[in-house]
């Protein structure tokens, strides 16, 4: 659970029992329905992580709603959109392990999440994350009903695959941005969850064997155990 959902909660809760005592106790229900639906909106499941490498996960739940290529920081890449609705769960989570090279606050608009346009021109929060020698880009996108974004880290900081780094509060959007020789693993329509489904396999390049004893008979003993 989210510690927001308390707080919300704890007001309803507050203001159903003030409506009961100046009125009847039947006008505090909606009230208190009201404080149940904010402890399940703000619920915050714990997800099982692959540990795939080059595996980019979902940053949030919700339904694939675009895949496409993009320009961003001068190179084309595959973007994949998915749309929130009230009814998932809105906490965000790092698609990819590596450190937080950038964060980039954009005020906007609030325009239906589902919009293309919207991933330009609303209010979003841009996260650039570099790990294993790839850098992938994540944005917490407002919609029409949310009205904070929020992020729990900075430029810096180093965040796991799957690992929980805020939410959008209310419907909302994220965008994935990564290298276009991604092997997509998801297709439109489809109903994912935040950490746990994979969207993309990004090629994973092998360390280079060094040999221990750097002479010509040392390279050819690595080139050996090679074949």
Not at 31 to 45: I, S, T
Not at 98 to 122: P, T
Request: proline share 4%; aromatic share 10%.
């Amino acid at each position: 659970m989210v510690r927001d959902g308390y707080f919300y909660a704890a007001g309803c809760v507050l203001a159903a029992v003030i409506t009961a005592w100046l009125t009847h106790w039947p006008f505090g229900v909606p009230l208190l329905l009201l404080a149940a639906f904010f402890l399940w909106f703000f619920r915050d499941p714990e997800r099982l992580i692959t540990t795939i490498p080059g595996a980019v996960v979902s940053p949030g739940d919700g339904k694939v709603t675009d895949i496409s290529f993009v320009t961003a920081s001068e190179k084309s890449r595959y973007r994949i959109s998915i749309f929130l609705n009230v009814f998932d769960v809105h906490v965000n989570r790092s698609p990819i392990a590596g450190i937080i090279r950038d964060v980039h606050y954009q005020k906007g608009k609030f325009l239906n999440a589902m919009g293309a346009n919207s991933a330009e021109e609303n209010e979003q929060n841009i996260v650039t994350v570099e790990g294993d020698g790839r850098t992938v880009i994540f944005k917490q996108i407002a919609g029409l009903i949310a009205r904070r974004i929020v992020f729990n880290l900075k430029e810096g900081d180093y965040v796991a695959r799957g690992q929980r780094v805020g939410l959008i509060k209310f419907g909302s959007r994220v965008d994935v941005l990564f290298d276009r020789d991604a092997a997509i693993q998801v297709k439109l329509g489809d109903r994912i969850k935040g950490g746990q489904t994979v969207l993309a396999l990004l090629p994973v390049q092998q360390p280079v064997a060094q040999p221990l004893d750097d002479s010509p008979k040392g390279w050819e003993k690595v080139e050996r155990e090679a074949r």
